[in-house]
């Protein structure tokens, strides 16, 4: 029996395999997957419509008097807290429209039956969710950018004058917070849910009805939504920038934390 | 409760089935044995590991298809084997070689939303031939396939032992499995009811369909050496006895005593036996099969039938 094997190894050139074998195969894997996001309908559409909304913000801040997301004349700027918040929030639907895929398309099962470690996997889906996060504010920061300078300069608004390279820093920074905290609070719904339309649902849910709805009917929870902290680390609201930035710490720790330990004793029966 | 008791032990270079009926709780055994199920009791062991664990390359090892194909639309075919080898730290020219193996050609470039369930399965089996792995749990892997795709899995799988490799699967195509497997595993109720080599199971074990122009010739000679036969849908089915037995008559007896007396079958061959020991474990809904002649029939001239005789009792 050793001796068949020995052959069978051969046969199939296994020893020329075993030395080409990729150096980092969960970043080619990564990889793949982002690869394959670009393809998908659903992330192109949302990007479009961001886009979109973005882009119709900055005109119509452009030709109101009241400016763009409470910056005045200066619409890079508005234009980087629109994409903060709710630019944000839209990409956590997305998020969990795309990792909740992997449960309807049953590839969790396959994966799964391959490398059973449950943690790789939501790690392959967290890294998948944070490459298009870093896809997602690149893009939507660049457009952003770009429309509100052709608008400025369409609109005789000297460049020099407008540009407040600290403000910008802080609403880039901002945006990109938003981003990866929504973005993991969507993979975290769509993976302790396992699906997509239960993942966006709850993230909705969460977002929609407690950040927007019911959280500022009660004072005290008011200046606690990642949501407002987002928009303060953007340069808009009143609380504390320190405690926005522990409420978006505490949101991306304690989403990480949960969906990691609900997923490592995930039993797939599906 | 799916699986209650289930005491199975698989090998190395066996091509193991496991057959049953819809919910006897094949696919559960696969799932826990894959490490997709916690059992709540009792103790797994994969390649001598626990199931969930990912030592000792395990990701490589073990390819499987388990239900129908996973995977995502948007990638082609060969993206979807890289993707798998990738994710079992095999190389990515490991992609190359199954497509190669199980004849993909441009398919693989294709998108896999276009593809027919069929090749979807033919993918899917693909994938679990990524690696290469040493063992390969497989559900119902040629499920949907056509014929000439069906017999290239068969013979990959054949293939894969005939090189020292282990198969654990579970089918409802009882011709193949009887053909293909070393070791046949009969489940029912989420237990083993029955488990042994697929020529050994069931009432028909031991038993040969033997095809002649002259049915009676063939009797005569047959019974000349003691052996028990009988007439069965223009056959002569000859019951040769148990694995069990020392010194057991195999076809080539039956061969010569035909030939001695004259008759050459046309055709010579075991009778399927699965079917039966199928029916059996899903008793109630069991064909009756053709059965031996009682000691009062065996005792009667030829020419003779079951039937016939049973008017006489």
Redesign the interface.
């Known amino acids: 029996m050793r001796r068949q094997r020995v052959a069978g190894a051969a046969a199939v050139g296994a020893p020329r395999h075993r030395a080409e074998r990729r150096s980092r195969p969960f970043a080619g894997a990564v990889g793949l997957r982002a690869r394959e996001l670009a393809r998908r309908p659903v992330v192109l559409a949302a990007f479009s419509v961001q886009a979109m909304a973005l882009a119709g913000a900055e005109l119509l801040g452009a030709v109101t008097a009241e400016g763009l997301g409470g910056a005045g004349d200066d619409l890079v700027l508005g234009g980087l807290r629109v994409l903060a918040v709710p630019g944000g929030l839209v990409f956590g639907v997305l998020v969990a429209a795309v990792v909740g895929s992997e449960f309807g398309w049953a590839t969790e099962r396959a994966l799964l039956a391959r490398d059973p470690r449950r943690l790789r996997f939501a790690g392959y889906q967290l890294a998948v969710a944070a490459v298009l996060s870093l896809a997602w504010w690149a893009v939507q920061s660049l457009l952003a950018v770009t429309v509100a300078a052709l608008l400025q300069a369409g609109g005789g608004i000297v460049a020099g004058a407008a540009w407040n390279a600290p403000a910008h820093q802080a609403a880039l920074a901002a945006a990109l917070a938003a981003t990866l905290t929504y973005g993991l609070l969507g993979a975290a719904c769509a993976l302790i849910l396992r699906g997509a339309l239960a993942g966006v649902v709850a993230l909705l849910a969460y977002a929609l009805l407690g950040e927007l709805v019911l959280a500022p009917q009660w004072a005290p929870a008011a200046g606690w939504t990642v949501y407002a902290a987002a928009a303060r680390l953007a340069g808009q609201g009143t609380i504390p920038v320190a405690r926005a930035g522990l409420v978006v710490t505490l949101a991306f720790v304690l989403a990480l934390g949960g969906c990691l330990a609900l997923y490592a004793g995930r039993q797939v029966r599906d | 409760m799916v699986l209650a008791g289930l005491d199975l032990r698989v090998d190395?270079?066996e091509l193991y089935g496991l057959i049953g009926p819809n919910g006897a709780g094949k696919t559960t055994a696969l799932?826990v044995a894959?490490?997709?199920?916690?059992a709540d009791a009792g103790q797994v062991r994969l390649l001598g590991r626990d199931?969930?664990?990912?030592a000792g390359a395990?990701?490589r090892r073990?390819?499987?298809l388990?239900?129908?194909p996973?995977?995502?639309?948007?990638?082609t075919g060969r993206?979807y084997l890289?993707?798998?080898?990738?994710?079992?730290?095999?190389?990515?020219?490991?992609a190359d070689?199954v497509v190669g193996l199980l004849g993909l050609g441009r398919m693989a470039d294709r998108p896999t939303a276009t593809y027919s369930s069929g090749m979807r399965q033919v993918l899917?089996t693909a994938?679990a031939l990524v690696g290469?792995p040493d063992l390969l749990?497989l559900d119902e892997p040629t499920v949907g396939l056509d014929p000439g795709h069906r017999r290239r899995v068969n013979d990959l799988l054949g293939d894969h032992v005939?090189?020292?490799?282990t198969v654990l699967l579970s089918s409802h195509q009882l011709d193949d499995a009887e053909r293909l497997c070393t070791r046949v595993g009969l489940m029912a109720a989420g237990r083993l009811v029955e488990e042994g080599p697929p020529t050994e199971l069931g009432p028909a074990a031991g038993r040969f369909e033997v095809t002649v122009g002259d049915p009676e010739a063939a009797l005569a000679a047959l019974r000349a050496l003691r052996l028990i036969c009988w007439r069965d849908n223009g056959k002569v089915l000859v019951e040769t006895g148990a694995a069990f037995q020392v010194g057991r008559p195999d076809g080539s007896v039956i061969a010569r005593a035909l030939a001695a007396a004259g008759v050459y079958p046309s055709d010579l061959r075991r009778s399927p036996t699965l079917e039966l020991a199928y029916a059996e474990v899903t008793s109630g809904l069991a064909p009756d099969p053709p059965r031996p002649p009682t000691d009062r029939e065996a005792r009667l001239e030829p020419p003779f039938d079951p039937p016939v005789a049973e008017a006489f009792r």
């Open positions: 190395e270079g799932r894959l490490g997709l199920l916690r199931p969930r664990s990912a395990r990701p073990v390819g499987s388990i239900e129908a996973a995977l995502s639309p948007r990638l993206e890289l993707l798998i080898a990738r994710w079992a730290q095999a190389p990515d020219a490991e070689r899917a994938a290469p749990v005939a090189r020292g490799g």
